[in-house]
């Protein structure tokens, strides 16, 4: 079906195949609005309206892709070793948790050292949730998916026990109320605020940073190409002398540790100034630890194209919000949609790398039918190398 | 403290734990199905979730309990289908397209219940089936005989599983589909058709799982399940993809949630740490995982999709 095309159409098919998931995804929406009573084209309107149609609904969509982001980025290094991590909920929890009792129980102090402190331990606190299963697969060979599936769920009764009690706000108490949640916390912590708006705080600014330094850790440094060798093939990473076992751990600390700063970056860029929790992790996250690996696959699993990917995809969110108060549908449905759109994404990856895949190899004129990037995210990492930015790696269009 | 060693307080333990350890042990007995053959189904969840509004709808619209479990196999059954055709034709990162039917499940079966419903109403449970003479005998007969006929049915389902996977063709299909495709193919097995039929299954045994577990609370809610179909994914790891091992793990998970909630009527578990040990479950299973992994591999083809000549 690829072979009447040439290697530029090819790519661009291919660039815009996630696109097309997403698109089919929200076709799909709109059959359910239809049968919940709602007209579908006014609902899409309003979702458009309400992610990308003001400087509000804007501001919106960049806040609630920067958490994207930051997982997005953890996610890309992760899949670059060749480690799925399906935690980043939890991570992001124990980042926010982490980051919370630092602000509560250490002393004032000026925001430049305090702002640091507190992110730092959010941090701390992803990334030791994300060394526990890295080095759990790593070392006892458990494997990553069903062990981060556990630890989301032990975070979660982890954030319930802690802001129902020790951390709760006195006042809650004091009320009989006990809404789960901390006082307010240090203002001398409030992220600041850019562009003299009253919302949008340098969060956003971080994560587009957290995706430079992954792209340039990832491409420019030892580190990141003992990471990718890894992920290629973890025996020939062996054969040539990289401590495979350590790499592998480490790719889920990193991983771990970007989703903790998310998760700091949630509770000190609130309005509300404090830790939260409805008892769920989606509570806190906003889904944003699942979300987060859509959006990575969205960006070609390459971090610097997880920067629109996780702008998109937060204006669906946004919008998807917008759109719930608009034509009155259960915020239930918002849910189902994104796992739609996790699906159709997902189902859609694999011909995205098979186009590209086709493209690469009829370069290097290698026999066999085997395309690379159709049998694991491996192959997909040596594939992805090639990127439109014409980053990394040898450009299949130059002859070698 | 006294309390919980009182003989009563056993066999309600007991007993309960085997109802708890129900719809686990046919979520993870369908899973097995599945990673037997190299698929990992982690919509499991989801699935369970909607086939429990299916069955809760269905009883509260009828009082019929069975029909209640046949809508739960049938939404089993459809979304097994459409988990065979991400995974298998379409080839999807399974450790990721799962999570998408699971968010799909979880909004879906809360749309539904608002739209449908609204406002939670009981509805009526299994019927408990007490086995002639045996359940007369003192503690054994109210620990193992009292049961509803869906409990005696799901431990018949081990024996049968275990026949199914080391005894037939289509067993021994599955096990090549799961250990080596390649080989398989070249005798002529259809890789993908054993697959579809194990997701197939896999769903089908999800969607009852979810239906037993609303009809026997009598109830349905908003993330009914709470986890317990990634837990069922955990115990197929647990129980080194055998039918045995896993109804051994849904057993010690059975007991472990209901020691927890007994000691928390008891008041023995003060409430501000009911959190604490709701985390018991998922420890358990991060534990477990290591001695396991440590023993058993898990099926070679496991999340790799097939294609031929590869």
Sequence with gaps: MTNGLSPRQRRGLAYSIPVLAVVAALIFGAVMLVLLGANPIEAYVEMFKGAFGSADALIATILKATPLLFVGVGIVIAFRAGVINIGAEGQMVLGGLFATMAALYLPEMPSIIMIPVVLIAGIAGGALWGWIPGALKAYYRVNEILSTIMLNIVAVQLMSYLLRGPLIDPAEIERGTRIPQTERLAPSADLPLIFGSDRLHIGPVLAILSAIAAYYLLWRTPLGYRLRAVGLSEDAAKYAGIPVRRTIALALTLSGALAGLAGAVLVFGSESHRMVTDGSTLGFTGGAGFNGIVAALLGGLHPLWTIPASFLFGGLIVGGQALQRAVQVPSALIIALNGLVVIFVVAADRYRAKLLAVDEWDEQTVEGDDAPGEGDLAALGSVQDHGPDGSGGVDPEEPA | ?310
């Design chain 2, 1 to 310: 403290m006294s309390e919980i060693f009182t003989t009563a307080v056993l066999v309600a333990v007991v007993a309960s734990a085997i109802r708890l350890a129900v719809p686990l042990l046919l979520a993870a007995l369908g899973e097995t199905f599945g990673q037997r053959s190299g698929v990992l189904n982690l919509g499991v969840d989801g699935i369970m979730l909607l086939g429990a509004f299916a069955g809760y709808y269905a009883v509260l619209k009828t009082g019929d309990v069975w029909l209640g479990l046949l809508s739960g196999a049938v939404v089993g059954f459809v979304l097994g289908l459409a988990s065979a055709v991400i995974a298998v034709t379409l080839k999807a990162e399974q450790g990721i397209s799962g999570i998408g039917v699971y968010l799909f499940g979880l909004g879906m079966s809360d749309l539904l219940f608002q739209k449908l419903v609204g406002t939670p109403i009981p509805i009526e449970t299994f019927p408990p089936v007490r086995i002639p003479f045996l359940v007369d005998i003192p503690l054994i007969g109210d620990m193992f005989f009292r049961h509803s006929l869906v409990v005696y049915l799901a431990f018949a389902a081990i024996p049968l599983a275990t026949f199914i996977i080391n005894k037939t063709t289509f067993g021994m299909n599955i096990r090549a589909a799961g250990e080596y495709p390649e080989a398989a193919d070249t005798l002529g097995v259809s890789i993908s058709r054993v697959r579809y039929a194990t997701e197939i299954i896999g769903g089908t045994l999800a969607g009852i799982a979810g239906a037993v577990l609303a009809i026997s609370l009598g109830i349905f809610q908003q993330n009914l399940t709470n986890g317990a179909g990634f837990i069922a994914i955990a115990l197929v790891y647990f129980g080194a993809w055998r039918p045995t091992g896993i109804m051994l793990g849904a057993l010690l998970f059975g007991f472990v949630n209901a020691l927890v909630l007994e000691l928390k009527t008891l008041e023995i578990i003060p409430r501000d740490l009911s959190n604490l040990f709701a985390m018991a479950p998922a420890l358990i299973t991060i534990l477990a995982l290591v001695f396991v992994a440590r023993r058993f591999q898990p099926p070679a083809a496991l999340t790799k999709p097939f294609t031929r000549g590869k």
